[in-house]
């Protein structure tokens, strides 16, 4: 059963890209408004980008990545995106998904990004 599974991590360079995908169960996605999340060992977690559920998916995103992540959805697919470009060493983190107002139990494994010369 899928529930959650965020992949596309890795360790790239700064200034380069990655997209992350977010595979979630039906149940979870259809509808809802969609986030990612970032979270460093020791530190809150942090909203980085959201899509709304209706069929506009409109997107929001924090002042610390507006105009380098874009977030995107297929519905048909129960599936979430995130293009991350430009990414510096800040960006490290492990990023999550999740429904904008999240639920303790759809919480993935996550997937790490790390951004290092």
């Known amino acids: 059963q899928v529930q959650v599974v965020e992949s596309g991590g890795g360790r790239v360079q700064p200034g380069e890209s990655l997209r992350l995908s977010c595979a979630a169960s039906?149940?979870?996605?259809?509808?809802?408004?969609m986030a990612w999340y970032r979270q460093a060992p020791g530190k809150q977690r942090e909203l980085v980008a959201y899509?709304?559920?209706?069929?506009?998916?409109?997107?929001n995103y924090s002042d610390s990545v507006k105009g380098r992540f874009t977030i995107s959805r297929d519905n048909a697919k129960n599936t979430m995106y995130l293009q991350m470009n430009d990414l510096k060493p800040e960006d490290t983190d492990v990023y999550y998904c999740?429904?904008?107002?999240?639920?303790?139990?759809?919480w993935g494994q996550g997937t790490q990004v790390t951004v290092s010369s």
């Open positions: 899509i709304t559920g209706d069929s506009e998916g409109r997107p």
């Open positions: 039906d149940y979870i996605f259809r509808g809802f408004a």
């Open positions: 999740n429904r904008l107002i999240p639920r303790s139990g759809y």
